[in-house]
T-cell receptor, first 114, second 114 residues
Framework: GENVEQHPSTLSVQEGDSAVIKCTYS??????FPWYKQELGKGPQLIID?????GEKKDQRIAVTLNKTAKHFSLHITETQPEDSAVYFC?????????????FGTGTRLTIIP | EAGVVQSPRYKIIEKKQPVAFWCNPI?????LYWYRQNLGQGPELLIR????????DSQLPKDRFSAERLKGVDSTLKIQPAELGDSAVYLC????????????FGPGTRLLVL
């Protein structure tokens, strides 16, 4: 089955700086890669996703890049703000529509230092 | 639009006792998922429903876990008897099943087995 590895497990950045979280996946058939943000006591919330026919996607301060050849994808957050502090999860799925099983990484705890 | 609703939010039980979790997905969402999230880990799929049919229950420990979605709307996940290792957050998610939208998660039920 699919295996998703996520690094780093913890990340602290100064407010205003950029944060990068990286994930690798094992199944070359995976073609859908969402990123979720989870705040304390809440369920994961989708922040951005990318499909295998796209190499990069951007939404305001958040961007995701995908390298299918290397089987890795990354989340980039620019101009970080205190409200960006949370646990971030990457995931991979074998379907463009996400209806197949999502395999999650182990999460990155991001702390923004004011 | 209301999100995915789960209850209870917290549950503390003694081992060997039964416990049940309830989920009401977003209106119109045909696909429903139950995930288990252990401390410091990403969610892991337990079961997926398409309407009232369980189409993927390969990860559900069927000796003690059961789930139902009788009318294709809300769903119940049951554990009987609970074990210490069942302590986790149980997340419910849903998606429309007809578009490229991804999974939307509820707040989860935090279970502690003593």
């Amino acid at each position: 089955g699919e295996n998703v590895e996520q690094h780093p497990s913890t990340l602290s950045v100064q407010e205003g700086d950029s944060a990068v979280i990286k994930c690798t996946y094992s199944d070359s058939a995976s073609n859908y890669f969402p990123w979720y943000k989870q705040e304390l006591g809440k369920g994961p919330q989708l922040i951005i996703d990318i499909r295998s026919n796209v190499g990069e996607k951007k939404d305001q301060r958040i961007a995701v890049t995908l390298n299918k050849t290397a089987k890795h994808f990354s989340l980039h957050i620019t101009e970080t703000q205190p409200e960006d502090s949370a646990v971030y999860f990457c995931a991979a799925s074998g379907s463009n529509f996400g209806n197949e099983k999502l395999t999650f990484g182990t999460g990155t705890r991001l702390t923004i230092i004011p | 639009e209301a999100g995915v609703v789960q209850s209870p939010r917290y549950k503390i039980i003694e081992k060997k006792q039964p416990v049940a979790f309830w989920c009401n997905p977003i209106s119109g969402h045909n696909t429903l998922y139950w995930y288990r999230q252990n401390l410091g880990q990403g969610p892991e799929l337990l079961i997926r429903y398409e309407n009232e049919e369980a189409v993927d229950d390969s990860q559900l420990p069927k000796d003690r876990f059961s789930a139902e979605r009788l009318k294709g709307v809300d769903s119940t996940l049951k554990i009987q008897p609970a074990e210490l290792g069942d302590s986790a957050v149980y997340l419910c998610a849903s998606r429309t099943g007809t578009s490229q939208e991804t999974q939307y998660f509820g707040p989860g039920t935090r279970l502690l087995v003593l």
